[in-house]
C-alpha cells in the first residue's frame, strides 16, 4: 500500500554524469515536490508543480531540472552531478484544497563519486 | 518570503519528562502549521498539524498551540519515550498548501 515510491533507493553516479530519479504516487494528488535534504538538516525545496504547472525555487541551481509527464509520475534531472549534490532526496505530494498534509516517499540517497 | 524559524535545536530529556519545542513564523498568510518526525535514515512522517481557525490540538501524548497574533507555535510531547527520539520539524504553509517552509529541525533525545 506505498504511497510515494521513489526509486532507486539509492543511486552512485560519477562526478558530471547525468543522473534520474523517479518518484510515483498513488494518492492521485496534483502537487508533486522535490527536496534535497543534507544530514541534521531541513528537507531544502527544490521545485514543486502544482498541476502541470513547474515552480521552480529561486536558488535551485540549473543543474537541476524536473519532468512530470502525468500526474503520477515526477522525475528530477541532475545534469552534471557534483560531489556538494550527494544527499537525500525526497519527493512529496499533497493536495490542494485539503488536506494539506505532505505525503513524503522513502528517499533516494545520492552519493557522487 | 516566509522564514521559519525553531528551537531548541538540540533537546534532551530523561524518560517520563515532557518536551516542548518552539517555532516562529514571518508570514501572516499561513495558515497551516504541520509538525514532522524524522528518525535516522527515514522519511519525515506527519505527527500532528494545526490550521488557523484552532488555537490547539491534541492527539494522546502530543498536542501543538498556535498563537497567530504573535505568529508561534509549539509541540508538546508528554511523558516521552525512548522511540519519541528523533528530529522533529515544523513547517508554515499557506492556504492552498503549495508553499511549505520548514523550520531548521531540533533533535529530541529521550534518555531512558
Known amino acids: 500500500d506505498a504511497m510515494v515510491i521513489q526509486n532507486p533507493r539509492y543511486q552512485v553516479t560519477q562526478f558530471g554524469k547525468p543522473v534520474t530519479l523517479s518518484c510515483s504516487q498513488t494518492l492521485n494528488h496534483n502537487v508533486m515536490y522535490w527536496y534535497q535534504q543534507k544530514s541534521s538538516q531541513a528537507p531544502k525545496l527544490l521545485f514543486h508543480?502544482?498541476?502541470?504547472?513547474?515552480?521552480n525555487e529561486a536558488d535551485t541551481p540549473d543543474n537541476f531540472q524536473s519532468r512530470r509527464p502525468n500526474t503520477s509520475f515526477c522525475f528530477l534531472d541532475i545534469r552534471s552531478p557534483g560531489l556538494g549534490d550527494a544527499a537525500m532526496y525526497l519527493c512529496?505530494?499533497?493536495?490542494?484544497?485539503?488536506?494539506?498534509?505532505?505525503?513524503f516517499g522513502p528517499g533516494t540517497r545520492l552519493t557522487v563519486t | 518570503g516566509e522564514n521559519v524559524e525553531q528551537h531548541p535545536s538540540t533537546l534532551s530529556v530523561q524518560e517520563g519528562d515532557s518536551a516542548v519545542i518552539k517555532c516562529t513564523y514571518s508570514?501572516?498568510?499561513?495558515?497551516?502549521f504541520p509538525w514532522y518526525k524524522q528518525e535516522l535514515g527515514k522519511r519525515p512522517q506527519l505527527i500532528i498539524d494545526i490550521r488557523s481557525n484552532v488555537g490547539e490540538k491534541k492527539d494522546q501524548r502530543i498536542a501543538v498551540t498556535l498563537n497567530k497574533t504573535a505568529k508561534h507555535f509549539s509541540l508538546h510531547i508528554t511523558e516521552t519515550q525512548p522511540e519519541d527520539s528523533a528530529v522533529y520539524f515544523c513547517a508554515a504553509s499557506d492556504n492552498d498548501g503549495q508553499n511549505f517552509v520548514f523550520g531548521p529541525g531540533t533533535r529530541l533525545s529521550v534518555l531512558p
Open positions: 508543480y502544482y498541476d502541470k504547472d513547474f515552480n
Open positions: 512529496a505530494t499533497s493536495m490542494t484544497g485539503g488536506p494539506y498534509e505532505q505525503y
Open positions: 508570514d501572516s498568510a499561513s495558515n497551516y
